[in-house]
């Protein structure tokens, strides 16, 4: 390991002194931190911010370059730094108020209330320090932040309109990501292999029949009680030269319900299930 890369590493700290620390939500996080969290630790692009004092932040772009091309700081540092942050928001949060409206169940556990949270087919069950799942599997660390984001932000009732990602505010950056690690390899492993792609749906999510729209075949996923998702699939027409094509869709008022970087990461997770990886 580079020790001059070290000794010269950016944290968010660093990132969040050049933001304009207003919680403006231009960059599609739920604040400043949030946002030079995610940039430092590799899963947020720095350009997201419109807002960014490039005087200040011009000296730290190569460093955070240099870093992040020697995997310093990008897993276990990005969580812990994260989690730390979270975890004074939920310290804020009363359980027994938000079980009701992110369509959760609170009880008492022996450190206070505790929520029973689902999340696609099974339960997490969420205190305000940890989270495990009740089907006894274990959650990843972005799994855990997912699931606290969504219990911080609270449950907006859907408007039943579906949009998809370019109809999002402060998107552009996410578009390209969700094409390239969610879209584009769906498309290519179920290309004239719909049946394979009804099959591999059942166990996380269920069928929707969107035929007299000229889809091939539709799928909704329900993450959260407030948060769904649904994946459109047009198969490949060989005769004609079009290749299979996927695209998601969401509610209108989804970031209501999850921000845009957790948004991201839930059509990954239903990306990983589809293709064997979750």
Same mark, same amino acid.
């Given at each position: 390991?580079?020790? !001059?890369?070290?000794k010269?590493?950016?944290?968010? +700290?660093?990132?969040?002194?050049c ?6 939500g ?6 400043c931190?949030a946002?030079?969290?995610?940039v ?11 807002? +960014?004092?490039?005087?200040?932040v011009?000296p730290?772009?190569?460093?955070l370059?240099?870093q992040?091309?020697?995997?310093v700081?990008?897993?276990?540092e ?16 009363d ?20 929520l029973?949270?689902?999340y ?18 274990? +959650? ?8 606290f ?7 907006a009732e ?5 949009v998809?990602?370019?109809s ?6 996410k578009?390209?990501? +969700? ?8 498309g290519r492993?179920?290309?004239g292999r719909?049946?394979?792609f009804?099959?591999a749906?059942?166990?996380w999510g ?5 035929k007299?729209?000229g889809? !091939?075949?539709a ?8 948060l769904?998702i649904?994946?459109?699939?047009? !198969? ?13 869709l969401f509610?209108?008022?989804v ?5 845009l ?11 990983d299930?589809l293709?064997g990886?979750?």
């Open positions: 390991m580079d020790r !001059d890369v070290l010269a590493r950016v944290v968010p +700290l660093d990132l969040y002194k933001t304009p620390r207003t919680n403006c231009e960059c599609g996080q739920k604040s931190l946002f030079a969290t995610l430092v630790t590799g899963r947020e692009d720095i350009a997201a911010c419109p807002c +960014l004092d490039q005087e200040k011009k730290l772009r190569e460093r370059e240099a992040q091309s020697l995997k700081g990008v897993s276990r990005g969580f812990e730094k994260t989690m730390e942050y979270l975890s004074g928001e939920i310290e804020k949060c359980f027994l108020v938000k079980a009701k409206s992110i369509g959760a169940e609170a009880r008492e556990g022996e450190g206070g209330v505790e029973i949270v689902p696609f087919k099974q339960s997490i069950l969420a205190t305000k320090s940890d989270m495990e799942s009740l089907a006894g599997g274990p +959650l990843s660390a972005w799994e855990k932040i997912l699931v984001n969504y219990v911080i932000a609270g449950g859907p408007s039943g309109v579906w998809g990602m370019e999002l505010p402060n998107s552009v950056s578009i390209k990501s +969700l094409s390239a690690h969610c879209e584009e390899p769906l492993l179920f290309s719909m049946d394979s009804s099959k749906v059942l166990p269920r069928e929707v029949d969107l007299d729209q889809v !091939d075949f799928a909704e996923f329900s993450v959260f009680p407030k769904s649904r994946l459109l699939f047009w !198969d490949e027409l060989k005769d004609e030269g079009y290749p299979s094509r996927v695209k998601f509610d209108s008022r970031l209501q319900v999850i921000d970087e957790s948004l991201l990461f839930a059509c990954e997770q239903i990306t299930r293709t990886k979750g």
